[in-house]
């Protein structure tokens, strides 16, 4: 099929991404209905499942390469010093110790994400790195560390906003504490609010919270001359190839990154750590592969987080419920280093209204960086929004779900434009159906006894419909077996899988057929970072147009070999044959092998999206709690997700999705909270006994409800992603839930049993 290169925009985070792309020249006729589909949409099981469970897939943190030795990072004790001196040299005695950097030998290696060195003397954080050591085993390198003899001169700290803002706050950076401003305006805020019946206004906050993926961040490094081989725990193999490079001063084509199986990266791993960079250092010095892990303390001082908000939000209403004006003043901590922690994209683009000021800051603390979390911004954006619009609803009288009807827009509010789809209707409907939206407490608090249950809900919208450029290959072998390939990530997700079912529908053979092969920059096509999930919507076409391109290249042979005009045959189950005469067929095994290639080959590409439409997933969650009025402890009972997000690829996958966003979500919403002690400046919650999370004791009763059906106007296969709409609206619904148990309004997360009891004494 021919190509056109096109310059592709889409919306992600606060960006509006332009990049240039080779997309198909057609718009292609789209893969068939699930409902005729063998594999596509169905409960297929995981393509590495097997490998999985028997512990045979490796994962980073397995990888163990012949004569490899161990780095570990050297990190700041405090939250705000100057190295004065280092001095490595007891170190380097220790039996064992193979090399070790510093800033002092590494000054020229730049680092991509601020203006610094690799190694800076002015540590920003606790966690900040001061050195690395390679030696023959961690324990040793660990050992080492506690040898380095520093010198610090310690400067004063700041960890919350709040003294961060202060005009005489310690800096820590040049040019102040205050990161670049998100700022909007639609419409007239003061004139909005001067047409209101009604208005509300009230703040809420939100806590850190912290990736802690299973796998920790790790990398293992080897080099042949000089050629670097990367094996990271990453969402985006190219990324990583891009910034070791760019560090090492190497060409692209001289680093390949490898990553084929993961345990999590939520937004954490989108780009390459510094402890990569150091391992290749140090694996260049010394001549030997070196790997490069961190522990469970860094992964909570260092590699990033969720970061924290505190959101002012204002609406003004019509007596009837229409909005008038809506503003979000807000500020949050970006850790040490340039990141965002802007939430106010969902009240920006979910509800319909004419009047909007948002003005969000983003503010230097000396803590670990904000780094994208699963969501960023909309799961504290969310549940402030959807909290005070529960309070708007009881003020004015309504139910909660009118309410956000009486402000439902068909057209994206950015561009009035309207959208490839939009069931969020139909997902109100059917989660208030399963949820049993009618027996809640129309007076909310109002059940008598200790347990009190409530029930709420939350709406969601995010972006993950997909975009170029994503390209997949597919090889046809001459015994009918196909490999399908792509530069793409599995990060826990389903890619591996999809991408197998996919090219199983199109080529119509047998699913074990099909061998999936991903995540390696040295050997495969071009495809994006696993992040804003965009994976399957971006993957998915591409795949989809390979399998598609290899099932006209067969025809195309098998038309010469049986000398019947193209246009006479037939494509079924893996056979081509001539309409008129059945005596001409030929299995595509078989084309493969007369047209002497022992492989045919296909890349497909991934389609332009459409002009003049805005692409958003929509959904909502119910959510059913238990809230002990003598304890304080919430136990979530239900969780109900319906949810538009185009054709649904494969239901074993998106369920796990939902089952793991939701009790993420609720983790956030009960629990989990990074906290620093602002007298010494250091956090507290460097391990998973004190930073809690939820275990399955907490998992509640999950019911996923899909209520769309493939979304053409995006792509072929006409998928959005799920990763990030199954926590976003989480908080919210749970926090809306406790308040219709209680009937007091907890307005910062997370919601744990010392708020409860004090929200229920001041009550009484
Ligand atoms: Mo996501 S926060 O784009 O991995």
């Excluded at 694996?283 to 790997?291: L, N």
């Excluded at 949050?332 to 009047?355: D, E, F």
């Excluded at 009881?394 to 009035?416: A, F, S």
């Excluded at 006409?718 to 209680?742: L, R, S």
Aim: hydrophobic share 35%.
């Amino acid at each position: 099929m021919s190509r056109k290169i096109i310059k592709s925009k889409y919306d992600l985070y606060e960006e509006k991404i332009e990049t240039i792309a080779e997309v198909p020249s057609e718009k292609e006729k789209p893969l068939a209905p699930n409902s005729k589909l063998k594999y596509v949409g169905k409960d297929v099981n995981r393509y590495d499942g097997y490998d999985k469970v028997s512990g045979s897939a490796i994962y980073t943190i397995d990888k163990v390469l012949p004569n490899m030795v161990f780095a570990r990072v050297m990190v700041s004790p405090h939250p705000h010093a100057k190295i004065k001196s280092i001095d490595v040299s007891k170190a380097l005695k220790l039996k064992g110790v193979l090399h070790i950097i510093t800033n002092e030998n590494t000054s020229e290696i730049p680092w991509y994400y601020n203006t610094s060195k690799l190694f800076d003397k002015h540590l920003r954080y606790q966690g900040d790195e001061v050195a690395c050591v390679a030696a023959e085993t961690e324990k040793i390198a660990e050992e080492a560390l506690s040898l380095i003899k520093v010198e610090y001169e310690i400067m004063p700290h700041v960890v919350t906003a709040e003294s961060a803002m202060k005009e005489n706050a310690p800096k820590i950076h040049n040019n102040g504490n205050f990161g670049r401003p998100s700022e909007y305006t639609r419409g007239n805020f003061d004139e909005g609010i001067k047409q209101a019946d009604v208005t509300i206004e009230d703040t809420f906050t939100t806590q850190v919270e912290v990736h802690n993926p299973t796998e920790v961040h790790c990398s293992v490094v080897n080099w042949d001359g000089g050629k670097l081989t990367v094996w990271d725990s990453t969402q985006s193999i190219f990324s990583v190839r891009d910034n070791v490079a760019q560090s090492l001063g190497l060409n692209a084509s001289d680093v390949r990154v490898v990553k084929k199986y993961m345990g999590g990266g939520f937004g954490s791993k989108l780009e390459a750590g510094k402890y990569t960079v150091m391992a290749a250092l140090l694996a260049k010095k010394i001549g030997r592969p070196v790997k490069a892990a961190m522990n469970r303390r860094e992964m909570n001082l260092s590699v990033g987080n969720r970061p924290d908000s505190n959101q002012t939000i204002t609406i003004g209403t019509k007596k009837d419920g229409t909005f008038t004006a809506m503003s979000h003043i807000a500020y949050g901590v970006m850790g040490a280093y340039p990141s965002g922690s802007s939430s106010y994209w969902p009240l920006r683009s979910i509800y319909k209204c004419p009047n909007i000021k948002i003005d969000n800051k983003s503010i230097y603390i000396n803590a670990g960086r904000a780094r994208p979390f699963r969501a960023p911004g909309h799961v504290q954006g969310t549940f402030a929004l959807e909290s005070i619009i529960d309070d708007l609803a009881l003020k004015l009288g309504m139910d909660p779900i009118e309410l956000r009807l009486k402000n439902y827009t068909e057209v994206d509010q950015d561009g009035d434009v309207p959208y490839t789809s939009k069931l969020l209707k139909e997902a109100y409907e059917k989660g208030a159906e399963e949820i049993g939206w009618k027996n809640r407490n129309k007076i909310p608090g109002s059940q008598t006894g200790e347990i009190k249950t409530g029930i709420g809900m939350a709406s969601q919208i995010w972006w993950g419909g997909g975009a170029p450029p994503s390209y997949a290959t597919l090889k046809l072998n001459s015994d009918g077996s196909a490999k399908i390939f792509s530069g793409t990530q599995d990060i826990g997700t389903g890619t591996y899988t999809f991408m197998q079912q996919i090219a199983a529908d199109v080529l119509e053979i047998p699913i074990d057929k099909v061998n999936v092969d991903l995540g390696d920059t040295g050997t495969m096509p071009y495809s994006g970072g696993s992040g804003g999930s965009m994976t399957a919507p971006s993957v998915s076409p591409a795949v989809y147009d390979a399998a598609i391109q290899m099932k006209q290249k067969l025809i195309s042979n098998a038309a010469a070999i049986l000398e019947v005009d193209e246009s006479n045959l037939i494509y079924s189950s893996g056979n081509i044959s001539s309409k008129n005469d059945s005596s001409k067929s030929i299995e595509i095994k078989d084309v493969v092998g007369k047209i002497h290639e022992r492989v045919l080959v296909t890349t497909g590409a991934r389609n332009e999206n459409p002009n003049g439409y805005a692409i958003n997933s929509f959904g909502a969650q119910f959510a059913k709690v238990e809230v002990d009025t003598m304890t304080g402890i919430v136990r979530v009972k239900k969780i109900v997700a319906a949810h538009d997000i185009g054709r649904v690829l494969n239901r074993k996958t998106l369920e796990n999705q939902f089952y793991g966003g939701v009790i993420m979500g609720l983790g956030y919403a009960l629990m989990e909270n990074r906290v620093i002690d602002d007298y010494t400046g250091k956090v507290l919650t460097t391990n998973l006994h004190d930073y809690k999370m939820p275990t399955m004791q907490d998992m509640p009763d999950i019911k996923v409800i899909i209520v769309s059906e493939e979304d053409n106007l995006i792509s072929p296969t006409g998928v959005k992603g799920i990763g990030e709409p199954a926590m976003i609206p989480t908080p919210g619904a749970i926090a809306n839930a406790v308040f219709n148990a209680i009937g007091v309004r907890i307005k910062s997360l997370p919601i744990t049993p010392d708020k409860i009891l004090e929200a229920l004494n001041s009550k009484s």
